[in-house]
């Protein structure tokens, strides 16, 4: 059974880190990308943070300088280090993996107050 178990969400005053992070289990098939998207309420769920097998990152433009993304010392974990967060940040943060296909996780609450 595939599982992807996320980490970190929490409630943290703007300007403050958060380091979130994906465990992924049960998969057959070789890991190609892991990320993180996000959604914030009544918006669709957007693209944080990508990293491929080979290492390529990709970040949406609101992470840039902000957010960094890794894969954990397992080679089935990514990590996202937040910094700077600010409100615009609030919304549920889900990890992303795809291998023969795309699997989600439940979801972590992030939470930035003003």
């Known amino acids: 059974q595939v599982q992807l178990v996320e980490s970190g969400g929490a409630l943290v005053q703007a300007g403050g880190s958060l380091r979130l992070t994906c465990a992924a289990s049960?998969?057959?098939?070789?890991?190609?990308?892991m990320g993180w998207f996000r959604q914030a309420p009544g918006k669709q769920r957007d693209m944080v943070a990508i990293i491929t097998y080979a290492g390529t990152i990709t970040y949406a433009d609101s992470a840039k300088g902000r957010f960094t993304i890794s894969r954990g010392d397992a080679s089935n974990t990514v990590n996202l280090q937040m910094n700077r967060l600010t409100p615009e940040d609030t919304a549920v943060y889900y990890c992303?993996?795809?291998?023969?296909?795309?699997?989600w996780g439940q979801g972590t609450q992030v939470t930035v107050s003003s």
């Open positions: 992303y993996v795809l291998s023969s296909r795309g699997y």
């Open positions: 049960g998969i057959s098939s070789s890991i190609n990308t």
